[in-house]
């Protein structure tokens, strides 16, 4: 069929050429050409009776004849690669029909930093890692785990570690424990008790790395104790029970090392020296000699000698100012010779005198501070007399304290806000006047740095609560309004607890004029007349109040810089009452209760000359 197709062109083209000239030459025919590839081209072919890379194959393209007709084709396939050594790329290379027959190679991660690996030294810890062929590559290379490498994973790869003391090279640089000094501490005996080195173990070593261990070198450890003055055994303490025999020429003892010298021997103790004296009291007279015993257990207890010594207060007549002998002949001819005794000529008294002072050595003649004189009495000095010792600190322009400060500051106020709270029962009629009289009598002079309230309580009026009838201002005022109050027939209870919780308390119930500003400050001073036991509407009891009056919270106390007030000072209160349980409300030092009983207006201002001195309140014209 495929020749008849051949023909068939063959004669269309000839039927389709121009008849030629009967005349001409008629050239011979051209061969027929069919190509079905281009010469010298290729292609891959398949060996299919071979293995692996070998049946890759390989066609050219050649010249070829089919009888007449000039043809293309492809060669025989043959084979391009030739059998070798498998390596890891996926395919077969020695054509047995396996892949990648290859073994795994020593590997190690990308950047790996490494001096010695065990292969080649073995106290390395370092291991090269195995690297496997999977699927055409290489497996990655990692690095072991903390565990290092297990039955499970022993194909990864262990680096260099920290170098440690056991005789392997851990950090791979082909020397075994080589520790640098700065990795090795200072090391010896250290207390278990303190955890510190205590005593001679001060003296500590260094540590090495011997043979894989950890050695102390170079320290002073623990020893016996001796009596040197140190800590030989450690443990904080010097020479600690350390006995030895010692004797004397009083016996034979043990004595006790302390701080590196023996002491305290026991053995008999000697009284004294052989051939040591005293001074010992001749009779009747004067002073002589008396020796130690030979072997120094005591002294002789003869008095040798006479010798006259200046007077001293010891029932003995020191200087043998009298005839003793003739004393004992005569007696009446030389005087009574025991008034001689203790005496001094020189005295108003006849008698030995001294100076005296009894107070703290650095207040005497400091202030109001002075010694005084004392005489001797049959061996005895009296009593100190005249002399002025350091007293409480009152506002008079003294030194009281003996502490070179008049007028402490610390102790007085210069200025002074006052508060006065009055009892307006029926039963305070007549002190109620008195008070205001009081007033009036020791208010002329008064310094204007004093100011002073009134607040009343005990009346008709909202069950006897307190009222504030002049708020803080010019004492004249204050005694205005002391002389305009009345008192109430038939009042109510008397709330004095309630009263004072609110003049204390810094919530300012009254809205008082406390003096509060850094440049004009004050402290205040609170006074309570009242003829009844203390009482409240609101059950107020005296630990309510304690908190306010044990710690003065008020403006006056708690600005900075009121230098007369120290923090955490109690109220300066006083209490002018009759009744019970008035002094529960007393914290405060010094006497702050005083008896309204039979006080009139002379008793009540001897009490507000009191409270007025110890607060540094005084008239001008005293």
């Known amino acids: 069929m495929k020749y008849c197709k051949y023909i068939f062109i063959l004669l269309f083209f000839l039927s389709c050429s121009e008849k030629a000239p009967s005349q001409a030459i008629q050239e011979p025919p051209v061969p027929i050409q069919i190509y079905t590839c281009e010469i010298e081209s290729t292609r891959n072919c398949t060996i299919e009776e071979n293995e692996g890379v070998c049946q890759w194959g390989i066609q050219l393209c050649i010249y070829g004849w089919d009888e007449d007709i000039r043809t293309t084709e492809w060669s025989s396939c043959v084979q391009e690669l030739q059998i070798s050594d498998d390596i890891c790329d996926g395919l077969d290379n020695d054509c047995d029909g396996d892949i990648d027959e290859v073994k795994p190679i020593e590997c190690e991660p990308e950047d790996a930093f490494v001096g010695v690996y065990n292969h080649e030294d073995h106290n390395s810890l370092c291991y090269m890692g195995l690297s496997y062929c999977e699927e055409g590559a290489w497996s990655m290379c990692y690095e072991c785990g903390p565990e290092g490498r297990t039955e499970e994973d022993p ?32 090391c010896g005996y250290i207390n ?9 173990c001060r003296y500590t070593g260094h540590e090495y790395c011997i043979n894989g261990d950890i050695i102390c070198l170079d320290y002073i450890g623990p020893q016996n104790e001796t009596c040197d003055g140190l800590d030989n055994n450690c443990n904080g303490e010097t020479d600690e029970d350390i006995y030895r025999p010692c004797a004397s020429n009083c016996g034979a003892g043990v004595e006790e090392c302390v701080e590196g010298f023996w002491i305290n021997c026991t053995a008999g103790s000697c009284e004294c020296e052989p051939g040591e004296t005293r001074l010992c009291p001749q009779e009747p007279c004067g002073w002589g000699l008396e020796e130690c015993l030979h072997d120094g257990t005591g002294w002789s207890g003869e008095c ?19 005839d003793w002998e003739q004393y004992a002949i005569d007696p009446e001819s030389v005087g009574y010779c025991y008034e001689e005794i203790d005496e001094d000529e020189d005295t108003d008294s006849g008698l030995l005198e001294d100076v005296c002072y009894e107070g703290p050595p650095a207040t005497e003649n400091v202030g109001e501070c ?4 004392k005489y001797c009495l049959i061996g005895t000095w009296s009593a100190c007399n005249d002399q002025q010792l350091p007293d409480t600190e009152y506002c008079d322009g003294l030194d009281n304290d003996c502490d070179g400060i008049a007028d402490n500051e610390e102790e007085t106020n210069s200025a002074t806000d006052l508060v006065v709270l009055i009892d307006l029962s029926a039963s305070m009629l007549n002190d109620r006047a008195d008070i205001a009289q009081a007033f009036e009598d ?25 009222e504030l009838q002049y708020n803080l201002g010019p004492v004249s005022g204050c005694v205005d309004a002391l002389w305009e109050i009345t008192v109430d027939e038939g009042g109510y209870i008397e709330p004095s ?7 204390i308390h810094p919530d300012n119930v009254y809205n008082l004029n406390w003096r509060s500003d850094v440049d004009d400050f004050a402290t205040p001073v609170v006074i309570v007349f009242s003829d009844e036991t203390p009482q409240s509407n609101v059950g107020h009891v005296v630990s309510s109040l304690e908190p306010f009056l044990t710690n003065c919270q008020l403006p006056g106390c708690q600005n900075p810089p009121n230098i007369f ?17 008035w002094s529960d409300l007393v914290f405060a030092s010094g006497e702050r209760l005083f008896s309204l009983i039979n006080a009139r207006v002379d008793g009540i201002n001897i009490v507000l000359e009191d409270i007025f001195e110890r607060t540094c309140i005084y008239s001008e014209e005293e």
């Open 304 to 322: 040798f000698g006479r010798d006259v010594r200046e007077e001293i207060c010891n029932a003995h007549d020191d200087n043998c100012s009298c």
């Open 155 to 186: 194909n990864c790869w262990i680096g260099p570690q920290d170098e440690i003391c056991d005789t392997v090279d851990n950090n791979c640089n082909g020397v075994v424990d080589d520790l640098d000094e700065f990795e090795l501490e200072e």
């Open 565 to 581: 007030w120290n923090a955490g000072d109690p109220v300066e209160i006083y209490f002018i009452v009759h009744g019970h349980r």
């Open 192 to 200: 278990e008790e303190t955890g510190e080195y205590l005593g001679q």
């Open 370 to 373: 002075h010694g005084g004189w």
């Open 442 to 466: 020791y208010s002329t002079g008064l310094s204007d740095n004093l100011r002073c309230a009134l607040i009343t309580f005990g009346g008709q009026w909202h069950r006897g609560a307190g």
């Open 497 to 503: 607890y309630d009263v004072i919780y609110d003049v």
